[in-house]
C-alpha cells in the first residue's frame, strides 16, 4: 500500500495564542513519506477533504468473501485512516489519542479545555504539531506549550492525579478521576430545545453533514447547532469522544460561545460525553442512539439537556431541566 500521508515540510506552528495571533501554513501531501516504498500494489486514494488545511485518506484493502455457488473472489473496499496522535505538555508525555486526522488543530484545543489542561486559548502559548513514523505506523505528535500559570496548574493536576489511584480503575485512574464533580450549568430555561420536527429534519439529514462518512461509514459525526436550529460547523472521527472535542476547539479558535447551542451526534451518549459538554457549557446534546443510564443521570445532575432520536419515532427527553441539582453559581464560558 502506497498511502497518501500528512506531510509538512517543516514542524507545523500556531503561535502565540494570546495575542489572537496564529500562522496558516496548510500541509501538503506526499505519497510515500520517509522515502518508504509502497508495501503492495494497493493505492490509497485521498478524499476531496481539505477543512483547516488537513488531508486524511481511504485506504482501499482487499479482502476476499464467498459468493452463493461458495466459490470464493476477491474484492476490495474503502477503510477510514486511524492515526496515533501523542500528545504532550511541555515536552511531558499526557495521552496518546486514535483520531482521524482531520481538523487536528481543532481536536487538540478542544481536548485540552474538555480534558482540562487549558481553560482558554489564553493558556497556550504555542502547538507544535510533526508527523513521525513509529514501527512502520505513520504518526502525529503534538506538543502544546503552556503559559507559565498554566503549566503550574498542569503539573499540580498531575500531581494529585497520581497520589489518588488507590481504587485500582483500569489499572491507573481512581473514581474521583473518572467521576469529578463539574460545576452544573446555569439555568437553561431561556433556551427551547429544538422542536421535534426539526430535530427529525436533522436526523433525516445527517448524512449532509458526513463528507467522510457517506463514503465509507465507520465514522462518528458531531453536529453544531445555534439556538435558532442552524448549523454552525460539523466534524468527524473514528472516535465519538474527539468528534465532540473538535466541535469544543472549533468554537475555542473561533471564540464562538457555546451557551445555548445543541450538539447532535451519530454516536450513543455515554458518561464521558456528558462531561465534556458540561465542562464546554453546551445547552443540549442530542444522540441518534440510547444513551446509557448512567448518562442520563449525569446529564440530568448537572442540568444537560439530553435527547435521543430513534431511526424510528418521536425523539425522547430524557432531561431538558434540572431534577436533581439546582444550579447556584454561573458556569465558566468558553470563550474568554
Known amino acids: 500500500m502506497s498511502p497518501v500521508y500528512l506531510a509538512w515540510p517543516e514542524s507545523k506552528h500556531l503561535k502565540s495564542h494570546a495575542n489572537n495571533q496564529e500562522t496558516t501554513q496548510a500541509a501538503t501531501v506526499c505519497s510515500t513519506p520517509c522515502d518508504e516504498q509502497p508495501s503492495s500494489s494497493n493505492q490509497a486514494q485521498r478524499l476531496p477533504c481539505n477543512r483547516h488545511g488537513y488531508q486524511t485518506t481511504l485506504y482501499r484493502e482487499a479482502y476476499t468473501a464467498n459468493n452463493p455457488s461458495d466459490s470464493f473472489e ?9 492515526m496515533p496522535l501523542v500528545i504532550t505538555v511541555n515536552g511531558l508525555a499526557h495521552a496518546v489519542m486514535m ?7 481543532s481536536f487538540i484545543m478542544g481536548f485540552a479545555y474538555s480534558e482540562g489542561i487549558i481553560s482558554s486559548l489564553q493558556d497556550i502559548r504555542d502547538l507544535r504539531v510533526d508527523p513521525i513514523i513509529y514501527d512502520g ?5 503534538a506538543d502544546i506549550v503552556l503559559s507559565p500559570r498554566a503549566l503550574h496548574t498542569y503539573k499540580q493536576q498531575q500531581t494529585a492525579r497520581k497520589g489518588s489511584t488507590g ?19 446555569p439555568d437553561n430555561s431561556a433556551f427551547a430545545n429544538l422542536n421535534a420536527e426539526q430535530l427529525i429534519h436533522l436526523r433525516d439529514n445527517v448524512s449532509t453533514y458526513q463528507v467522510l462518512g457517506r463514503q465509507v461509514g465507520a465514522i462518528h459525526a458531531a453536529v453544531l447547532i445555534d439556538e435558532h436550529g442552524t448549523v454552525l460547523t460539523s466534524h468527524e472521527d473514528i472516535g465519538r469522544h474527539n ?8 468554537a475555542l479558535e473561533h471564540q464562538k460561545e457555546l451557551t445555548g447551542t445543541s450538539v447532535l451526534m451519530t454516536s450513543r451518549c455515554s458518561t464521558e460525553l456528558i462531561q465534556k ?4 457549557g453546551i445547552h443540549s446534546l442530542i444522540h441518534l442512539a440510547s444513551p446509557s443510564a448512567l448518562a442520563v443521570q449525569q446529564a440530568r445532575r448537572y442540568g444537560l439537556s439530553l435527547i435521543h432520536i430513534p431511526r424510528h419515532g418521536k425523539p ?9 441539582t439546582k444550579c447556584t453559581d454561573n458556569h465558566s464560558s468558553i470563550v474568554s
Request: proline fraction near 7%; aromatic fraction near 6%.
Open 316 to 324: 425522547r427527553y430524557f432531561s431538558d431541566r434540572y431534577t436533581s
Open 243 to 250: 468528534a465532540l472535542d473538535k466541535i469544543i476547539g472549533w
Open 74 to 82: 476477491d474484492l476490495s473496499v474503502d477503510l477510514i485512516e486511524e
Open 277 to 280: 459538554a458540561v465542562r464546554a
Open 137 to 141: 505506523i505513520h504518526s502525529i505528535t
Open 167 to 185: 481504587c485500582g480503575l483500569c489499572g491507573t485512574a481512581s473514581l474521583a478521576d473518572a467521576l469529578p464533580p463539574l460545576k452544573p450549568l
Open 99 to 105: 483520531i482521524t486526522p482531520i481538523d487536528i488543530e
